[in-house]
T-cell receptor, first 114, second 111 residues
């Protein structure tokens, strides 16, 4: 089955701990994206990567880090520096690097920091 | 940066009614996308539009790429309970590296 997988679906962490969210795609897409969604809000871009070993900050990158060592994987680390990490995190991918390509989303990870 | 104004923010309708929502921008877009998000899930692509004036249907859903390239519309005919969710528009500008998203329209249907 082709698609984007995010794990886990629900994640609980204590304040002050770093946590890494997984995103994997087997669509052979070049570009991958991380978004944050807060209740009743739209999507805000955290980081994106258009090619392996390269990534760019989005609109709200502070307190987050990413890596893109493999084409199919784009993990997001929520660090202790992120002031308000509790949110729904969405990973997306698209075939090419052009924004006019269609983006497809994973099922999301809901992170709750206690 | 660019912004998309999506309206209405929320809709409360009766089952069987038709629904209309739209997105507008001060910038010209080359692609318009419409997504639906069910609670606790990722957005799912409904319709993609690539040409000004284009009208595309997907079942009971119809979307249009505005002729000015600064707006797009989504219509849902004869709504059913499973249409409940949040609908997002997204636009892409040629040469840009990321999509611009609207704030979403939350659709609630009374049976």
């Amino acid at each position: 089955d082709g698609g984007i997988t995010q794990s886990p679906k629900y994640l609980f962490r204590k304040e002050g701990q770093n946590v890494t969210l997984s995103c994997e795609q087997n669509l052979n897409h070049d570009a991958m994206y991380w978004y944050r969604q807060d209740p009743g809000q739209g999507l805000r871009l955290i980081y994106y990567s258009q090619i392996v070993n390269d990534f760019q900050k989005g609109d709200i990158a502070e307190g987050y880090s990413v890596s893109r060592e493999k084409k199919e994987s784009f993990p997001l680390t929520v660090t202790s520096a992120q002031k308000n990490p509790t949110a729904f995190y969405l990973c997306a991918s698209q075939e090419g690097a052009l924004s006019t390509d269609t983006q497809y989303f994973g099922p999301g990870t809901r992170l709750t920091v206690l | 940066g660019q912004q998309l104004n999506q309206s209405p923010q929320s809709m409360f309708i009766q089952e069987g009614e038709d629904v209309s929502m739209n997105c507008t921008s001060s910038s010209i877009f080359n692609t318009w996308l419409w997504y639906k998000q069910d609670p606790g899930e990722g957005p799912v692509l409904l319709i993609a539009l690539y040409k000004a004036g284009e009208l595309t249907s997907n079942g009971r859903l119809t979307a249009q790429f505005g002729i000015t390239r600064k707006d797009s519309f989504l219509n849902i005919s004869a709504s059913i309970p499973s249409d409940v969710g949040i609908y997002f528009c997204a636009g892409a500008i040629q040469g840009a590296q990321k999509l611009v998203f609207g704030q979403g329209t939350r659709l609630t249907i009374n049976p």
